[in-house]
C-alpha cells in the first residue's frame, strides 16, 4: 500500500511541474486606454465606462470573467472599478471590454490640489494597474502607464 501511495504522489508531483512550466512562457497581455463615457453617480462621486483594448500576443486564447483596475494620476489614487464582465481574448488576437469605475469627491478635491502648480501643456504622469480574472491559476495582471498633458484653458469667445 505504500508503494501505490508513493507512485501516486510522484505523479501528481509531476503533472503539478507540468502543469507549472506550461504557465510560464506566456508574454504579459498588452492593454490600452482607449475611452471614457460618463455613467451616472452618486451623490458626490463620478462614474466613467473605461473602455480598454486588451491584446493577447500569445498563442493561446485567454479567457476570464471578472476584471479590476485601478487608476493613478500624478501619483495618487484617482478612480478604481471592477467589472464581472467575462470574455475572451483570442490566440494572437484583441478585444474592447469596458470597466465602470468611480471617482470619489475626495480623490477630486486631493487631485486639484496637487494640479495647483501645473501649467497648460505639463505632463501628468499617469497609472493603470489591473487584473483579469479566471480562477486561481488563470488570474492575468496588467499595467499601463504613461504621461498626459495638462489641458488648456478654454479660449474666451
Same mark, same amino acid.
Given at each position: ?35 471614457? *463615457? ?6 458626490? *462621486? ?47 488576437? *484583441? ?22 502648480? %501645473?501649467?497648460?501643456?505639463? *505632463?501628468?504622469? %499617469? ?29 474666451? %469667445?
Amino acid at each position: 500500500m505504500p508503494r501505490l501511495l508513493r507512485l501516486c504522489l510522484v505523479i501528481l508531483l509531476a503533472a503539478g511541474l507540468g502543469a507549472c512550466a506550461s504557465l510560464s512562457n506566456r508574454d504579459p497581455l498588452r492593454v490600452d486606454l482607449v475611452g471614457l *463615457e460618463p455613467l451616472p453617480g452618486q451623490g458626490l *462621486e463620478v462614474r466613467f465606462a473605461v473602455k480598454l483594448r486588451v491584446q493577447n500576443p500569445n498563442d493561446s486564447a485567454v479567457s476570464f470573467n471578472g476584471m479590476a483596475l485601478d487608476l493613478d494620476v500624478n501619483g495618487q489614487p484617482l478612480a478604481s472599478g471592477v467589472s464581472d464582465q467575462s470574455g475572451n481574448v483570442p490566440r494572437f488576437g *484583441e478585444t474592447v471590454v469596458s470597466v465602470p469605475v468611480s471617482i470619489s469627491a475626495f480623490s477630486v478635491m486631493r487631485q486639484a490640489w496637487g494640479a495647483a502648480g %501645473y501649467q497648460p501643456g505639463q *505632463e501628468v504622469p %499617469y497609472r493603470l494597474r489591473g487584473k483579469l480574472a479566471d480562477g486561481l491559476f488563470g488570474t492575468r495582471r496588467f499595467s499601463d502607464s504613461g504621461t498626459l498633458n495638462w489641458p488648456q484653458p478654454p479660449s474666451p %469667445y
